[in-house]
Each structure stands twice: as structure tokens, then as C-alpha cells.
């Protein structure tokens, strides 16, 4: 990882990967199931994607690790061959074992609860010390993801950049859970850098994968430094962690304290990965406080529901005004639903419920959130980059969720 330091924390570097090198800061989209949804691989590239992740969980389920295995690997399943990310399966404790799903972002100051489930939810995974059981959202058969399952799982995916499995909480459980929550990760990670190291040298004809530790500790100050002190120093089997992410629900207000308590306890000379956000507001906190790269969902979902991002502003192209727009959703976009096609024919396809909307929204949604932190990095480089920052929250009018598979 090198970088080269502008103000603060914000930095512009390389990841180099076995498929090729990420500039960073960049923002790595999902394609939860080897594929981001409603658009070809070969479209993703064209847009300007460096990268992609997917879902080890999903993948697991279906059509099982051992298929990609077989195919080369996820990049080769899918027809890409830049650089590739899984994430551990770590996540889904979270969203299928409390039915929170998607949402990250939270509230710090809301109720406390370690027996906290989601509305009309069941309870399908359970946490223990030594890994999760997991009741399968397709067909309810039985499933058990421990750190060596997980880094077996991911192995075989064949991803350039994974990540150790974790206990992701949510802001509404105590302090006490957190903390025995952030006492099992720690102790997952060593277990996954031993897995890690044997499958390596199992499999030393495969290109090597880097193994990211993941930073948990919800919105404490103390947690969180214990945190990355503790994996950032981390060594077992006589290897250290490659890159860090930073997980768990994070508090909107607190975003940039809360990465910045990290990044400046982490080593400064390894990667570091937001895991699972994605609005534009919260990407700039992010590359200020030290961020490389990130993954979201945010600009996929919400395109399918015809919520359009511009340089001024979220908004729904579905909606009466568009019917008779004829001008490109943005005027100041470079993709390819901006140069083809008008806001009045997304409108229509929308209405009429046609699945070529899903395809365009979500080009243009990924366009826009690759370029702009494109133009995060170019502003890093050029000294710019606050006055950058300044500019667009001056024009960008919609505050939006944060979101993660």
C-alpha cells in the first residue's frame, strides 16, 4: 500500500492484487451473488469498476464454493478478470440472526437489547464461542460457519482480498455483549490466520489471497482502538493480516470519529476497507478519515426502486415531472444511460414495470458513485480535496440510508 497524504488522513494509493492493482480511495461494488444486479460484468468494467465483491454466504448456499473452485474462481465465473472480494459471512449473523437485513446505519442513542430481532422476524442464526449455525433463508436446511469454514469457503471462492469471519453487532446491543462480541472476533481471527496459512500453503498453485482482520467495537472509543490495536499487531502461523476492514453498525452522526479512532491506531502502511457503506455524504467522511475502499449495495438497490443519484441531488425518475423530461438524467454524467437515453424514457420503463429500468438506473447509479470517488482520489493527489468535499455537499441536496448485503 502506498499513498500519498493530502490533509489529515485522506490518502491516494495502490492495492496491487494478483489481477491487477486498485487505485484508491475506490469504491468497490457489489455483486452479492457473482453478479451485480440486472447488469452484465462486461458493463460494470466499462463504467469504470476496479473491482468487485460478493457475498461468501450467498455463494455458499448457492451454487456452492466447490463450483467456483472448479471454474477458476469467482473472477472466472463471472466473466472478470480485475480484481475480486468476498466478505466472510461474518455480516449475515447480523442481518439473518436479528431479521435487520440491509440496515447499518443506526441510531446510538435507541434502546438496548442482546435479545433484540427484528419485527415479524425469526431468528435464524445462533452465535457461540466457537462459530454461528445458520438456518438457510432458501430452503431452512442447517448450516454451521466457523473461522476455518469461512476461510475454507473463501478459499475456494477465490477472491484476490477476503476478510476474517466476525461477530457483527448491532448499536442496540449493551456494552457487555460488545465486548464479549469483540473477545470471540478477536479470537475467530487468530483462528482464521491459521486456517488462512494452511490453506495457502495447501494450495501454493493458486494465487496467493489477501486476508483482511475486521475492526468491530460498535460506537466505543476504547472498543474500537482495543480493537485495532489488538488485529493491527496481530500475528499467528507466522503471518499478519494484509489490509483491515472496519464493521459493524455504525452510528451516521459518528461515522467519521468512529474510522478515524481506527485508521489512526491501525498500521499505516496496510489498506483499510468501510464495509457496506455507500451514500455520497458518508463516502467523503470516509476517505478523510482514512478510508481505501469501500462496498455497498446502496447504488444498485435503490436504483431498481428508480431512485437516480445526480450532482445535485437523489431523486425518483418514476415520478410525474419525468414523464416529459427529454433530458439525461444528468447532464454532468459520462455513462451510458446518460449518453443514450432521456429521465421521460426511464420514467416509462419504470412505470411499465420493464427490467431494462433496473439495468439502466443501475449503470448510471454505479457510475456515479465510481467517478466520484475517483475525483475523491484526483483531489487527494491535487491538494483539493476539502474544497472538493465543500463544492459538491454545497450542491447535493438528497441525504440518503446506508445499506449492505
Not at 466472510?88 to 434502546?111: E, R
Not at 468501510?274 to 475502499?293: H, K, Q, R, S, Y
Request: charged residues 20%; proline residues 4%.
Amino acid at each position: 500500500m502506498s499513498h500519498a497524504p493530502e490533509s489529515g488522513l485522506a490518502r491516494a494509493g495502490v492495492i496491487t492484487t494478483p489481477h491487477g492493482q486498485i487505485q484508491t480511495p475506490a469504491f468497490i461494488p457489489v455483486g452479492t451473488k457473482a453478479n451485480v444486479k440486472t447488469v452484465l460484468p462486461e458493463a460494470m468494467e466499462e463504467l469504470g469498476a476496479q473491482a468487485l465483491l460478493a457475498n461468501a454466504y450467498h455463494l455458499y448456499l448457492q451454487p456452492g464454493p466447490s463450483v467456483l473452485d472448479e471454474a477458476g474462481g469467482l473472477g472466472a465465473f463471472m466473466n472478470w478478470d480485475k480484481p475480486t472480494f468476498t466478505d466472510s459471512g461474518g455480516f449475515q449473523v447480523l442481518s439473518l440472526g436479528v431479521g435487520f437485513k440491509k440496515v447499518l446505519a443506526m441510531d446510538a442513542q435507541t434502546f438496548r437489547s442482546d435479545q433484540v430481532i427484528a419485527k415479524n422476524k425469526e431468528r435464524l442464526a445462533h452465535v457461540d464461542d466457537e462459530g454461528v449455525t445458520f438456518k438457510s433463508h432458501l430452503d431452512g436446511s442447517m448450516h454451521r460457519f466457523t473461522s476455518e469454514v469461512s476461510m475454507q469457503i473463501q478459499h475456494q471462492l477465490g477472491a484476490d482480498i477476503m476478510f476474517a469471519f466476525d461477530e457483527c453487532t448491532t448499536l442496540h446491543n449493551t456494552r457487555p455483549y460488545q465486548e464479549l462480541a469483540m473477545e470471540r472476533t478477536y479470537n475467530w481471527a487468530i483462528r482464521c490466520l491459521d486456517e488462512h496459512k494452511r490453506l495457502t500453503d495447501a494450495r501454493a498453485d493458486k494465487p496467493y489471497q489477501a486476508l483482511f482482520g475486521v475492526i468491530q467495537g460498535a460506537q466505543y472509543e476504547d472498543l474500537r482502538k482495543k480493537a485495532a490495536s489488538d488485529l493491527g499487531g496481530m500475528s499467528s502461523s507466522g503471518i499478519e493480516f494484509d489490509g483491515f476492514g472496519i464493521g459493524g453498525a455504525l452510528d451516521k452522526d459518528s461515522l467519521g470519529t468512529i474510522v478515524g479512532w481506527v485508521n489512526s491506531t491501525l498500521p499505516e502502511n496496510k489498506p483499510k476497507h468501510l464495509l457496506g457503506i455507500g451514500a455520497p455524504e458518508d463516502l467523503f467522511v470516509g476517505v478523510e478519515n482514512g478510508v481505501d475502499t469501500f462496498d455497498c449495495v446502496l447504488a444498485s438497490r435503490i436504483a431498481r426502486t428508480s431512485a437516480i443519484y445526480t450532482m445535485t441531488g437523489r431523486f425518483n425518475v418514476s415520478n410525474a415531472p419525468y414523464v416529459r423530461d427529454f433530458n439525461p438524467i444528468d447532464s454532468e454524467c459520462d455513462c451510458y444511460t446518460c449518453k443514450n437515453y432521456t429521465r421521460a424514457y426511464l420514467c416509462h420503463l419504470f412505470r411499465g414495470k420493464e427490467m431494462l429500468a433496473g439495468t439502466l438506473a443501475t449503470i448510471h447509479n454505479e457510475r456515479f458513485i465510481v467517478r466520484l470517488v475517483d475525483q475523491m482520489r484526483q483531489a487527494i493527489i491535487d491538494g483539493t480535496f476539502q474544497e472538493m468535499k465543500k463544492e459538491f455537499m454545497g450542491r447535493y441536496t438528497h441525504k440518503s440510508g446506508q445499506a449492505r448485503d
